[in-house]
């Protein structure tokens, strides 16, 4: 994924809905990759408060920075380390990278990660083995578990909760 953010001197914005972004791909436990021109100067991380607690937020998540280095040269002021590129993936095959090509005052990055996605797998519904199936032993086990559901409870008309109260036992 790509991303912008505006130079501006009012980045919390940005940082609670980027860290808000990165809390629920962390949640859903995939891999990513999110490369571009933030404007927060890495290079500047414990000397500016709200440098360092971006950069606490986004490690306490699991990602981690692959640019450490300045990426924008300007004969008016220091270097700076602007353009960053983040990701959960760990491989020590992992090839970083600042291309010297002056197009503009930012110098290319890039990022050359060696790793496999993992395929979603398939939804297999389970199946009964009835090799040695006891009909007395199985009608017993149901009828338990239609003792602790109660269908008949007054408090519970909603069907699809007794559905899947059902489901779950």
């Known amino acids: 994924m790509c991303c912008w953010r505006h130079p501006s001197p009012n980045s919390q914005a940005f940082q609670l809905a980027f860290t808000n972004l990165l809390e629920i791909i962390h949640s859903e436990k995939s ?3 999110i490369g571009g021109e933030i404007n927060f100067n890495f290079l500047k991380y414990q000397i500016d408060t709200h440098i360092t607690d971006y950069v606490n937020s986004i ?32 491989d020590d095959n992992t090839t970083t990278g600042i291309a010297h090509y002056d197009i503009s005052d930012h110098l290319p990055i890039f990022a050359n990660l060696n790793f496999h996605p993992k395929c979603a797998k398939k939804y297999r519904p389970k199946i009964r083995c009835l090799n040695n199936f006891d009909l007395p032993s199985f009608l017993e ?26 489901i779950l036992v």
């Not at 699991?62 to 993936?89: A, E, M, V, W």
């Open 31 to 33: 891999n990513y990759v």
């Open 59 to 90: 490690l306490s998540l699991g990602c981690i920075s692959l640019t450490n280095k300045p990426t924008r040269f300007s004969s008016t002021q220091q270097p700076s380390l602007l353009d960053h590129i983040y990701t959960n993936i760990i």
């Open 141 to 166: 086990d149901l009828n338990i578990v239609f003792f602790y559901l109660d269908f008949h409870n007054q408090n519970n008309s909603n069907v699809n909760i007794t559905c899947n109260n059902f």
